[in-house]
């Protein structure tokens, strides 16, 4: 595929970028560098090696979910602003 300033424009027109003549310029050129790496690497012979959708085998690491009580009420009631005894003082939302 060739990129020259017809398809610039109708890229440009297509994305509503109104590009200056310099931009274009550099737009052209950019893509084209693109389209020319692209070409390189179809040149690799990837025969044999297998389909990835990522570079990396891992996967993501969770740790195991563990339920868990905790009843320290006095530790949790020591950071509130405001309390009355064991639970925290908040402003009335309701009427």
Do not use: C, W
């Not at 610039?8 to 109104?18: F, T």
């Amino acid at each position: 595929m060739q990129i020259n300033e017809d398809l610039i424009g109708y890229l440009g027109d297509l994305s509503r970028l109104y590009l200056s003549d310099e931009e274009k310029r550099t737009m052209e050129s950019d893509l084209t560098d693109i389209l020319n790496y692209v070409d390189k690497l179809s040149e690799l012979d990837t025969a044999g090696l297998p389909e990835m959708s990522h570079p990396f085998s891992e996967v993501n690491n969770f740790r195991e979910d563990e339920v868990v009580n905790h009843d320290d009420r006095e530790r949790l009631l020591a950071n509130a602003p405001e309390k009355r005894g064991s639970y925290f003082k908040v402003l009335k939302t309701v009427e």
